[in-house]
């Protein structure tokens, strides 16, 4: 039955942009927006069904694609991420039916973010590389048009589109030669034969695959050093598409890695895996460092996307390292951890882009300085943002936490161990995890307590109202999940296991939750995420009613202390600026933000300043030093290379010939 | 854990934790406030006085600035629930409170980090620059203690294959060979560091300045009055004393309640508040003779207790 | 080697207004000194009823930074024009039921300040006074044994 | 027709096409190397009629016919009366000269038949043997393009090139079906109208239209 279902998702996929390209305005949104829902509907049931069954969903037609036809096979890993990308499709498309901000109104837009949506869906089920590609490079063109809908109005979105078009493409050719590669050193296109063949393949053909298939995921991902169009098109994306590609796009990246690093490849030599950590640490620390200082709330969001994409990637790291030095339980644990966290990562970062673009919308600018007392005014919006936040910081009651533990738990059980490259690699993780954890928690300390908590600092945000329906229906179910997931994990558990199982294709003999509590079979110690939220609360409520029952006299409404000054305004408030800046201070010479001063002075005597403007700004190290220099080489080639076309006909012609001889010299 | 224990004896030790703790913490500052006096030659407040301030603060007015949302009053009321929680269920008397297999170390620090978060959410709530900056040091101090304490754990859970308090004391209870190791020497150091920099203390932090400029846990409280005041002194002295009886358990884990019985519980509790009244004294003649650190030498401290923490780790590679 | 606390006479009899406060602290007294003028000889003494000799922290007195963790205000100095208005909000923003200490002869009657252009009052024009300390400057030893008489020690 | 003169005959013609080819390198002027075109057209033509006869193929006899009628007469006319302006003046200063085009010319017949050998072999009949000579006559056709200034030697070259490829598909698949032939003539006719509208139009617009005057053109 599950394979109708995959087959109803594509058709329904298509037939919403469809719609939306036809029906007149009225009706467009809603028309298209239930009709993906539809579909995501059928693929959410189809990925439950085979995470519960177990045994493959098969499609195959030879008839739409040339070479080896189109062909779908959902296994129980690709599953978890259809599952995914299908519940946080249907929020961001219910999170739709309200939004109307961005250009996404137009015919356009309402065509391609079905067809967006659809590939979200397919891309894991894909089963031979040209689905695969083409499902790929679909996808990416799809979420470019979409980032591209706000253009006339902003001229930044375009330089954003640039860099997002250049990165994805570059990404997809390293992958498609890193596939074309494997297909043809293996002799078929299908997934399933290239990992039988792929184990008696050259080691250089393997790891050549695999460093492209990093590269070509990793950019997707956004993991550091190929992260930097992330911070610049996620912001200019409309709401509800920041949302899908922060949440789900960036999973197909590990989705991709794992499956070509463990499930094509059947895991490599330890270096690999090594290299897979140190990209991962990187991210982690570089996006959590630039997202902890950023002031713009979207772009602080992404970058804490290419800070948890680094997490997940070090427990990726971890687990192939496991598995490479023969621990294959313990690879299975990691592995499971970071799938979780991918699902985790997917909920409350959902939850989180959805109403930053509610606060955009109410308040008409997500720049954190000029936000502000939203928690009253926004009275839903608000407490779901504040949910998202906690859950991202990894706080207790809620899901981050339990990811946060169990990557923590798949490290420290690596120790005590003889392997050199384990024992040192895996502290450090735990450092970086560790760093990671308090500058996350730091972050949305910062963008909640700013954004939401105290004065507002801008007219927009003080007469911010609350959204409509549908946009906190969309993030508030996201951050119910979150919710749920800290206290019940056992939901999800059990179907990451055998997910992880399948692609690791070793099943590990003890479960890994026990009813309420979750920890590693065969060692003392659990976790009950669950009973730590429900002490949480008994304490919680036994505390407020104990202060009740001390002091009944109403709470009296004051001015803020400001020793005794006289006015109390917003602006002696702190801002996200401010309450970065001692972290600024201290990593200085890893972000080395620039910061130019310009005074100008009365007429009269130079020593008289009349006015002062500092401008801070902090620029992305990797950009400056290694997206700037290339920018300049390829300016200098380009212009180099305009010289040779001097406008002669002769020349082009000769050109022509000059090709042909070639051309027939190779061949000879 | 054994299953000796019955229902009854585990939730006593639970609450009799949580006692000791919510007791134990303004006594333990009126103690380390008595000992700071005798060394500045004064004679100084009872030992009592901190309960003595705080049954007068919970008589007291509530008042709370006009635009704040219902965060603020809820941030205190958290700070110390998650206290509680930890009070309840980690290892300070006996190695098997209630819900004890749950007690994870990992667990530990991320409840008390949803502590200080609530707190900063709290005190950025106000809207006042005290509040903006008093939050923004303590979540960067938080920040940057993190590692530190994580790899300082990830050295104590190694020898004990796993990070649950009470089966790492247990271990440590019988191989005592180990608390001699560098490893372990090292990781405490870490410890107390860490400990310094989250609970405010000296050198980090001056909880008796009046300058607000110079504050840095004191800042984030300045609006609160009344009940809400009592329950953050009190949870500040609750996390100083649970903080202290980890360290004490985790690093001379001797006389700690291994068996049900109230003989045990009643050995147990005189050995815990004798150790931990010795490291608080310890704390507080170490505080009189050390001046407060610039806010920006502190990250270098405790960049040298994450180095110390890795040691530790790697230590344990060397060293058997 | 250390010098021995100076003896402070018990407070003797106290006005109603500041035995009920006394039953309410019970030896627990945190007041926020407020300088509303003053020329700093009060303040002098202030500092030294803190140093080991008077030792005002052995009967629970002390010292806070914030009004709203106070239970009181310390006020010294006459009321100038400029400190009026802040004074006002200070003892706005303590907590209610609050007290007022008036330390030194200005901040009962102005002292030699007494008609200046810039003074506006006593302290009693501008807050309500429940104790006030008489002196130019007050003895330290007084001004604890007032403050014990507030916090009932 | 018997083997051995059917061999001797299809050399002769596709011999005669190349040898039009190098002609048309030799000549300097316009007019006679329109006339040798047309020779190259016919010689085309005889190709194809020499394949249906061997083959009694009719579709190639028909698609015979249309090669000489549009490539060996129509085409040449229309260049004769497109030049008619410059129709005395002769190809004052070739981009290469005339001996640099001749060993050119040499080298790539010389190419053309290193590289046509394989084909040759692969196709295996005794047309097929002669594909180097389809490749020669498209190779010169190209070089003439690169190496002339005049607009009209252009449009010979062009000619030349897509006489190559009719030789070489005529000999290759040993039968060229009529539609394609008839298609492919008619995009010739079509391209070469276009061309010479263009050059006429530049003739007015600059008087003497030398193509390297046109460089300044460029941004």
């Given at each position: ?27 467009r ?5 239930s ?30 694609m ?10 129980r ?17 219910v ?6 901000g961005?250009?996404l109104g ?8 079905p067809l ?23 996808m ?18 375009q ?8 990165m ?8 498609i ?22 184990a ?6 393997r ?27 996620h912001?200019e ?21 794992v ?12 270096w690999?895996?090594?290299l ?6 990187l ?5 959590s460092?630039h997202?902890a ?6 772009r602080?969001l ?15 790291g ?16 990691a592995?499971v951890?970071?799938l ?6 997917a909920?409350?970062?959902g ?7 509610s606060?955009?919308q109410a ?20 407490p779901i943002f ?12 809620f ?11 798949s490290?420290?059980?690596g120790?005590?161990?003889s ?10 993780g ?10 996350t ?22 007469r911010?109202?609350?959204?409509r329906?549908?946009?906190?229906v969309?993030?508030?179910?996201l ?26 294709r070793f ?11 979750i ?9 009950a ?7 949480l609360?008994?304490?919680?409520g ?9 002091r ?8 803020a202390?400001?020793c ?40 009269e ?5 009349e006015?002062a ?24 080639w380009g212009?180099l ?6 406008g002669?006909?002769?020349?082009y ?5 000059v090709?042909?001889?070639i ?6 | ?19 000791l ?8 500052l ?5 000992v700071?006096?005798r ?6 407040p009872?030992i ?5 301030d ?9 008042t709370r ?5 219902w965060?603020f ?28 297999w749950?007690a ?22 106000t809207?006042t ?5 008093g ?15 994580l ?11 796993s ?5 790492i004391?247990t271990?440590s209870l019988a191989?005592?060979a180990w608390?001699?190791t560098?490893q372990r ?15 405010g ?5 001056n909880?008796?300045?009046?300058l607000?400029?110079t504050m ?9 009055a ?20 980890l360290l ?11 068996a049900p019985?109230?003989?045990h ?8 508040v ?15 003779t ?7 030498r ?5 960049a ?17 | ?9 018990d ?16 030896g ?10 003053s ?11 803190f ?7 052995r009967?629970g007195?002390r010292?806070?930074a ?16 400029n ?7 200070t ?10 200490v008036?330390v030194g ?19 009693s024009?501008?807050v309500?006074?429940?104790l ?17 008489g507030l916090a009932?020690? | ?12 013609a ?7 080819a ?11 190397v ?11 033509g ?14 190639l006899?028909a ?19 497109a ?10 200063r070739p ?9 050119a ?13 394989s084909?040759?072999r ?31 030697f252009q ?28 298609g492919?003539s ?13 050059s ?7 008087g ?8 300044e053109?460029?941004d």
């Amino acid at each position: 039955m599950t394979p109708a279902l995959l087959v109803a998702t594509a058709l329904a996929g298509l037939a919403a942009s469809l719609a939306g390209a036809v029906t007149p305005d009225r009706l467009r949104i809603r028309v298209s927006t239930s009709l993906t829902i539809g579909a995501c509907g059928c693929a959410l049931i189809a990925g439950i069904n085979i995470l519960h069954s177990g045994h493959p969903a098969v499609v195959h037609t030879t008839a739409l694609m040339p070479l080896s036809g189109f062909s779908l096979a959902l296994d129980r890993f690709g599953a978890l991420f259809v599952v995914i990308s299908a519940v946080v499709g249907i929020c961001a498309l219910v999170f739709r039916l309200g939004y109307i901000g961005h250009g996404l109104g137009s015919r356009t837009a309402s065509c391609i973010l079905p067809l967006f949506v659809t590939t979200l869906l397919l891309v894991p089920a894909a089963s031979n590389v040209t689905t695969f590609l083409f499902l790929w490079e679909l996808m990416a063109i799809t979420s470019l048009l979409l980032v591209l809908t706000d253009h006339a109005h902003r001229g930044e979105v375009q330089v954003a589109a640039q860099w997002y078009a250049v990165m994805t493409q570059l990404g997809a050719a390293a992958l498609i030669l890193g596939l074309v590669l494997l297909a043809t050193r293996t002799g078929s296109q299908s997934f399933a034969v290239i990992a039988l063949r792929s184990a008696h393949l050259p080691t250089w053909v393997r790891s050549t695959a695999f460093v492209l298939a990093l590269v070509g995921f990793g950019s997707k991902a956004g993991a550091v050093p190929l992260h930097v169009w992330l911070p610049r098109a996620h912001p200019e994306a409309p709401g509800p598409v920041s949302a899908l590609m922060s949440a789900a796009m960036v999973n197909l990246g590990v989705y991709g890695i794992v499956r070509v690093g463990m499930g094509l490849l059947g895991g490599g030599p330890t270096w690999w895996w090594l290299l897979v950590m140190f990209l991962g640490a990187l991210s982690a620390m570089f996006g959590s460092l630039h997202s902890a200082t950023s002031r713009d709330l979207k772009r602080l969001l992404a970058y804490s996307t290419t800070d948890n994409v680094g997490l997940m990637l070090l427990g990726v790291g971890a687990s192939g390292l496991f598995a490479s030095t023969g621990h294959r339980a313990l690879a299975v644990v990691a592995l499971v951890a970071a799938l979780l966290h991918v699902v985790f990562h997917a909920v409350f970062k959902g939850s989180l882009f959805l109403s930053a673009s509610s606060v955009q919308q109410a308040t008409g600018s997500t720049d954190l300085d000029g936000l502000g007392g939203l928690l009253q005014r926004m009275p839903v919006s608000g407490p779901i943002f504040l949910v998202g936040g906690l859950a991202i910081a990894a706080l207790p009651p809620f899901c981050g936490f339990v990811s946060e533990w169990l990557l923590l738990q798949s490290m420290l059980h690596g120790l005590p161990s003889s392997d050199v490259a384990i024992a040192v690699a895996m502290p450090i993780g735990v450092g970086v995890l560790a760093l990671t954890g308090g500058l996350t928690a730091f972050t949305f300390a910062k963008a909640i307590g700013i954004g939401l908590l105290g004065l507002p600092r801008t007219d927009g945000a003080e007469r911010a109202t609350e959204v409509r329906r549908p946009m906190w229906v969309g993030a508030g179910l996201l951050a119910l999940l979150c919710l749920v997931f800290g206290v019940a994990p056992f939901l999800v558990i059990p179907a990451v296991v055998d997910a992880a199982g399948v692609v690791t294709r070793f099943h590990s003999a003890g479960a890994l939750t026990h009813g309420w509590q979750i920890g590693l079979p065969g060692v003392p110690g659990m976790l009950a995420p669950g009973l730590l939220a429900l002490g949480l609360l008994v304490c919680t409520g036994l505390v407020a009613l104990a202060r009740g029952l001390v002091r009944r006299s109403p709470v009296r409404l004051t001015e803020a202390w400001g020793c005794g000054r006289e006015l109390q305004t917003a602006r002696m408030e702190y801002t996200a600026t401010s309450f970065g800046e001692p972290l600024t201070r201290v990593f200085e010479d890893v972000l080395n933000p620039s910061r130019d001063i310009d005074a100008s002075h009365i007429a009269e005597s130079r020593y008289y300043t009349e006015a002062a403007v500092i401008h801070t700004s902090l620029e992305d190290a990797f950009e400056r030093h290694l997206y700037r220099p290339a920018d300049r080489g390829f300016q200098r080639w380009g212009a180099l290379a305009r010289r040779v076309p001097n406008g002669s006909v002769h020349r082009y012609l000769a050109f022509g010939l000059v090709a042909l001889i070639i051309v027939l010299v190779v061949l000879a | 854990m054994n299953s000796s224990w019955s229902y009854v004896s585990i939730a006593a030790v639970s609450l009799l934790q949580v006692m000791l703790v919510l007791l134990g913490g303004p006594l333990l500052l009126g103690l380390m406030r008595k000992v700071r006096c005798r060394m500045e030659g004064r004679v100084g407040p009872p030992i009592r006085q901190p309960l003595l301030d705080l049954r007068k603060l919970a008589g007291r007015e509530r008042t709370r600035p006009e635009h704040t949302s219902w965060v603020f009053p809820l941030a205190p009321v958290v700070l110390v629930a998650t206290t509680l929680v930890v009070a309840a269920i980690a290892p300070l008397l006996a190695t098997n409170p209630a819900f004890g297999w749950s007690a994870d170390l990992f667990a530990v620090v991320f409840l008390f980090l949803l502590g200080s978060v609530s707190l900063a959410l709290g005190a950025l709530d106000t809207g006042t620059a005290f509040g903006g900056m008093g939050a923004s040091r303590a979540m960067t101090i938080g920040a940057l203690a993190e590692p530190a304490l994580l790899v300082a754990i990830l050295a104590l859970s190694v020898p004990a294959h796993s990070s649950n308090l009470p089966a790492i004391i247990t271990r440590s209870l019988a191989h005592p060979a180990w608390l001699a190791t560098p490893q372990r020497v090292l990781a405490l150091v870490a410890f107390v560091i860490v400990i310094i920099a989250e609970s405010g203390r000296l050198p980090v932090d001056n909880p008796s300045t009046h300058l607000e400029l110079t504050m840095i846990h004191e800042a984030m409280v300045l609006e609160y009055a009344g009940p809400d005041l009592a329950l953050v002194k009190l949870a500040e002295s609750m996390r100083l004393v649970v903080l202290l009886t980890l360290l004490a358990d985790l690093f001379i884990p001797w006389g700690i309640a291994t068996a049900p019985g109230p003989s045990h519980l009643a050995v147990a509790l005189v050995a815990t508040v004798g150790k931990v009244a010795l490291l608080g004294v310890a704390l507080a003649a170490f505080e009189v003779t050390v001046a407060k650190l610039r806010l920006f030498r502190v990250p270098e401290l405790l960049a040298g207790a994450f180095v110390l923490a890795i040691l530790a780790v790697l230590s344990a590679l060397v060293v058997p | 080697m250390r010098a021995r606390p100076a003896e402070v006479a018990d407070p003797g009899d106290v006005s109603p207004g500041v035995q009920s406060a006394a039953q309410r602290l019970r030896g627990s007294l945190q007041l926020r000194h407020v300088d509303a003028g003053s020329c700093n000889g009060c303040e002098m003494e202030i500092a030294s009823i803190f140093s080991p000799v008077y030792d005002a922290e052995r009967f629970g007195i002390r010292l806070e930074a914030s009004p709203r963790h106070a239970d009181g205000l310390l006020v010294t100095g006459p009321v100038t024009r400029n400190m009026a208005e802040p004074l006002r909000k200070t003892f706005e923003a303590v907590p209610r039921p609050r007290i007022v200490v008036a330390v030194g002869d200005c901040a009962r009657d102005c002292g030699v300040f007494r008609g200046a252009y810039g003074v506006e009052g006593a302290v009693s024009d501008v807050v309500p006074v429940d104790l006030e300390v008489p002196g130019c400057p007050p003895d330290p030893a007084a001004i604890v044994r007032a403050l014990r008489g507030l916090a009932g020690t | 027709m018997n083997g051995s003169s059917y061999s001797s005959a299809l050399t002769l013609a596709a011999g005669a096409v190349l040898v039009c080819a190098v002609a048309i390198l030799w000549l300097a002027s316009i007019r006679s190397v329109i006339k040798m075109v047309a020779t190259q057209g016919i010689a085309l033509g005889l190709v194809a009629v020499v394949l249906g006869v061997h083959l009694r193929d009719a579709g190639l006899l028909a698609a015979a016919a249309v090669v000489i009628a549009v490539k060996g007469v129509a085409i040449p006319l229309l260049l004769g009366r497109a030049s008619g302006g410059d129709s005395g003046s002769r190809e004052s200063r070739p981009l290469v000269n005339v001996p640099a085009s001749l060993v050119a010319s040499a080298a790539l017949i010389v190419l053309a038949f290193v590289t046509g050998r394989s084909v040759a072999r692969f196709v295996g009949t005794t047309a097929g043997a002669l594909v180097p000579i389809g490749l020669a006559t498209l190779l010169i056709g190209f070089f003439v393009l690169v190496a002339r200034r005049r607009p009209t030697f252009q449009i010979v070259g062009l000619l030349m090139v897509d006489n190559g490829i009719a030789l070489t598909a005529f000999l290759c698949t040993a039968g060229f079906p009529f539609l394609i032939e008839l298609g492919v003539s008619f995009d010739v006719l079509l391209g070469v109208v276009v061309l010479m509208v263009l050059s006429q139009r530049l003739r007015i617009e600059f008087g003497d239209i030398d193509l390297d005057e046109l460089r300044e053109l460029h941004d």
